[in-house]
Nanobody
Framework: QVQLVESGGGLVQPGGSLRLSCAAS????????RGWYRQAPGKQRELVAA???????NYADSVKGRFTISRDNAKNTVYLQMNSLKPEDTAVYYC?????????WGQGTQVTVSS
């Protein structure tokens, strides 16, 4: 059973930066999709950023130019670099990896942007 473990969340002031990591407990074959999602209190979970197996990326309009998704295949890890954070970025962030072994989600990491 593959487990995804997110880390890097926390409390940051507006304008600050955080880097989220999502590590898989073991290799996932033929990954064709990695994504970061977030869910704020009282809201639906939304896609923040995604990267395909071929390296194509897409971002929510609200984070374009501020967030960057990347991957390290050797480490089975996907990252989300978040810069110029805003209070509206406050949410629980989840990673998702889709491969031949299935559709895997992490447990989430809290990001709070507040002064």
């Amino acid at each position: 059973q593959v487990q995804l473990v997110e880390s890097g969340g926390g409390l940051v002031q507006p304008g600050g930066s955080l880097r989220l990591s999502c590590a898989a407990s073991k290799s996932i074959f033929r990954i064709n999709y990695r994504g970061w999602y977030r869910q704020a209190p009282g809201k639906q979970r939304e896609l923040v950023a995604a990267i395909t197996g071929g390296g194509s990326t897409n971002y929510a309009d609200s984070v374009k130019g501020r967030f960057t998704i990347s991957r390290d295949n050797a480490k089975n890890t996907v990252y989300l670099q978040m810069n110029s954070l805003k209070p509206e970025d406050t949410a629980v962030y989840y990673c998702r990896v889709v491969g031949t072994s299935g559709d895997h989600w992490g447990q989430g990491t809290q990001v709070t942007v507040s002064s």
